[in-house]
């Protein structure tokens, strides 16, 4: 299978995600070692946590314009050579504010780089395979979520907090250049496509076939599906800033098995985002409705998220067996809905796919500013570990009703023919 072209580019993009999440999450590891160290309290590293949302929320769409007008190609290896640069600096820090400064730019170098992979993606995968790659390539990433606590625990031991960063900075220097070296923008100048790949895929709509951006009704249209991105994006962003945290100071374990908890709730994710785009795709495929595959499943799978979450607000006094096992489940099920999610803006502005994507992303950009900031400060003004994960599920219902609002199956384009359509027939 990996022989193929389309696959060995759909196998980059993996390696990308997993490394920029290896390289957002590692702070919250590493804040057992550099925490103390800079005298930081609770609060202080959860706005180290969130420094980097906020470049990555600025150039959500930004950062999707940039990879829809100069191409994938071009723009994700300048973004892995920025997020690789920010990645050493953070292992140079001295203090509170070179910390946030390095967080800074990696949130900038990182802006970029999933609405522009879904530009990639939208020109290199079938439409109807769109859920099962944006489903693979976010596994992906939550394999970084779940090998980062481990392996920067080891680095750390082996080298210290500063070598962890430095050398996981190197590993995002070589895939820029692998990418570079590799990817075209168009599929059909690749070198080693066939025939029957090129078949398979839609038309190559590069910068100079690009239409016009309808700005205003391109968010009118992701205003619902960012939002409920935002609901999904809350638990993310608390999971994987606190979960760590939770393990070491709720239960009071050392950091190695800490890590190896905190490892498994991340690899419940990894089949749940694996899951959910298989099944959107075969939704999709069996029953035609793509309201079914994107909505429905959505609003089911939160609603299972809020339930695996409901033992730690009824139950005091969780063992650690049972605390693990509703996070995980929770974990499981909010990485359900990433499939159809991401294939949502392709769904509905496929020539415009890697601004759509980038709007709806900050909805999970915005999230990851506020949910470590409030985890911290709940955990700092009550001492409870549990509080932040109980706020989680008013976000996850809210989630749930807004799901139903999203139209994947009116496509931009066909609302485009349908105005000039009409405007026709007022001239008439």
């Not at 590692?26 to 706005?47: C, D, K, R, W, Y």
């Not at 239409?211 to 205003?216: E, F, H, I, K, Y």
């Not at 959910?276 to 409705?289: E, Q, R, Y």
Request: net charge positive; charged share 15%; glycine share 10%.
């Amino acid at each position: 299978m990996f022989r193929r072209a389309t696959m060995r580019v759909l196998l980059l993009l993996c390696v990308m995600y997993f490394i920029t999440y290896v390289d957002r999450v590692n702070v919250s590891t590493a804040a057992s070692a550099f925490g103390p160290e800079m005298h930081l309290s609770h609060t202080q590293i959860g706005l180290v946590f969130s420094a980097f949302a906020y470049p990555y929320l600025v150039f959500q769409i930004i950062g999707g314009w940039v990879g829809d007008r100069f191409g994938p190609r071009r723009t994700l290896a300048l973004c892995g050579i920025i997020w690789a640069g920010a990645t050493v600096l953070t292992g140079l820090a001295g203090g509170l504010a070179s910390m946030l400064v390095a967080r800074l730019l990696l949130g900038l170098g990182e802006g970029a780089t999933f609405p522009t992979a879904t530009r990639a993606m939208s020109n290199w995968m079938p439409p109807e395979k769109r859920g099962m790659a944006q489903g693979i390539t976010h596994a992906a990433s939550r394999i970084g979520n779940a090998v980062a606590p481990p392996i920067i625990g080891w680095l750390m031991i082996a080298t210290n907090w500063r070598g962890a960063f430095i050398i996981t900075g190197i590993l995002s220097f070589l895939w820029a250049i692998a990418w570079i070296w590799y990817f075209r923008d168009n599929p059909r100048e690749h070198p080693r496509i066939t025939e029957d790949e090129c078949a398979a895929l839609p038309t190559y709509s590069g910068a100079k076939n690009r239409p016009a951006t309808p700005w205003r009704r391109l968010f009118a249209r992701m205003a619902p599906v960012t939002a409920v991105y935002f609901c999904y994006g809350w638990v993310l962003w608390l999971f994987l800033s606190w979960i760590p945290q939770y393990f070491l100071h709720n239960y009071h374990m050392q950091l190695t098995k800490s890590a190896i908890f905190a490892s498994g709730v991340f690899f419940a994710g990894v089949l749940g985002d694996w899951l959910g785009g298989s099944l959107t795709d075969a939704i999709l495929k069996k029953s035609g409705n793509v309201r079914m595959a994107r909505n429905l499943m959505v609003g089911i799978c939160m609603f299972l998220t809020l339930l695996s979450l409901a033992p730690i607000m009824f139950v005091s006094d969780l063992s650690i067996t049972l605390a693990a096992c509703c996070l995980s489940a929770g974990f499981f099920f909010n990485e359900m809905t990433i499939g159809p999610m991401w294939a949502v803006p392709m769904d509905i502005a496929p020539k415009h796919s890697g601004i759509a994507s980038g709007v709806m992303n900050t909805g999970s950009a915005l999230a990851a500013i506020v949910s470590p900031v409030v985890g911290g400060f709940l955990i700092d003004r009550t001492g409870n570990w549990n509080l932040p994960f109980i706020i989680s599920m008013a976000l996850m219902a809210l989630g749930i009703v807004l799901s139903f609002t999203m139209q994947p199956n009116r496509t931009l384009d066909v609302d485009e023919r349908d105005i000039k359509a009409e405007g026709v027939r007022k001239l008439v």
